[in-house]
C-alpha cells in the first residue's frame, strides 16, 4: 500500500502564476480531501470530492478550484498566486465520503510563492 | 461558526507522567471528534475517533458535551508520544467526514 501520493514535493512560484498540485488516492479510496497548512496552524479544509463530484467547500476564494478524475486522483488548482498562498497543501483519501472513515493524509506539496 | 481551541501549544512531561492535552469545539450540531497525531517526519495521522471509545497507545479522550471538551489523556507518558497532535470535529452524519476542523495543535515533548 502506497499511501496517498502527491505531487510535487516542492514547487516555487512567483505572484499572479497559476499552480496545480496532484494528488492520488489509497487505491480503493472514493473520496479526496485538499487541506492548505500555513506554517504554525493547523490545516484549514479547502475541498472534498466524492465521486468526482464537489462535496464541500471551505472558505477560500474563487482562485482555488479543483476537480477529480475517473480513476479518483485528484488536482488542485489556483490561479493568480499571492505571496499569502505559501503553505504546505495536504491531500487526504478516505474510502468514503460518509460513514466513519477515517482520512489518510499524504505528505504535502509545500508551495512557495515569491 | 466551528471553532476549535487547544490552550496549549507546547506541553513537556518527564516520562511515566499522565499527560492530558486540552481540546474545546465550538460546533454547531452534534459533531464527531477526532485527534490526530503527526510524529517527526510521518505524515498526518488519526490517533482515535469518539464514536470508537477506544484506546490508541494508551490514549483515551473523553467527550465532554457540557463543557464541549475533548481533552486527551494518557495516564504514563513515552518518549515515542512525542509528536504535534491535532483536535479535530466534523459534522456527523451526511457526507462531511472529509470536512475535519482542525486546531492549532499541541507539541507534545516527553523528557526522558
Known amino acids: 500500500d502506497a499511501g496517498v501520493t502527491q505531487s510535487p514535493t516542492h514547487l516555487i512560484k512567483t505572484r499572479g502564476q497559476h499552480v496545480t498540485l496532484r494528488c492520488s488516492p489509497i487505491?480503493?479510496?472514493?473520496?479526496v480531501s485538499w487541506y492548505q497548512q500555513v506554517l504554525g496552524q493547523g490545516p484549514q479544509f479547502i475541498f472534498q470530492?466524492?465521486?468526482?463530484?464537489?462535496?464541500g467547500r471551505g472558505n477560500f476564494p474563487d482562485r482555488f478550484s479543483a476537480r477529480q478524475f475517473p480513476n479518483y486522483s485528484s488536482e488542485l488548482n489556483v490561479n493568480a498566486l499571492l505571496l499569502g498562498d505559501s503553505a504546505l497543501y495536504l491531500c487526504?483519501?478516505?474510502?468514503?465520503?460518509?460513514?466513519?472513515?477515517?482520512?489518510?493524509f499524504g505528505n504535502g506539496t509545500r508551495l512557495t510563492v515569491t | 461558526a466551528q471553532r476549535v481551541t487547544q490552550p496549549e501549544k507546547l506541553l513537556s512531561v518527564f516520562k511515566g507522567a499522565p499527560v492530558e492535552l486540552k481540546c474545546n469545539y465550538s460546533?454547531?450540531?452534534?459533531?464527531?471528534l477526532f485527534w490526530y497525531v503527526q510524529y517527526s517526519r510521518q505524515r498526518l495521522q488519526l490517533l482515535l475517533r469518539?464514536?470508537s471509545r477506544e484506546s490508541i497507545k494508551g490514549f483515551t479522550a473523553d467527550l465532554n458535551k457540557g463543557e464541549t471538551s475533548f481533552h486527551l489523556k494518557k495516564p504514563f507518558a513515552q518518549e515515542e508520544d512525542s509528536a504535534m497532535y491535532y483536535c479535530?470535529?466534523?459534522?456527523?452524519?451526511?457526507?462531511?467526514?472529509?470536512?475535519?476542523?482542525f486546531g492549532q495543535g499541541t507539541i507534545l515533548t516527553v523528557h526522558p
Open positions: 460546533y454547531s450540531g452534534s459533531p464527531e
Open positions: 487526504a483519501s478516505s474510502l468514503a465520503a460518509g460513514g466513519y472513515s477515517p482520512l489518510h
Open positions: 470530492y466524492y465521486e468526482k463530484e464537489e462535496r
Open positions: 479535530a470535529p466534523t459534522r456527523a452524519g451526511g457526507t462531511s467526514y472529509g470536512k475535519l476542523t
Open positions: 469518539h464514536i
Open positions: 487505491s480503493g479510496h472514493k473520496s
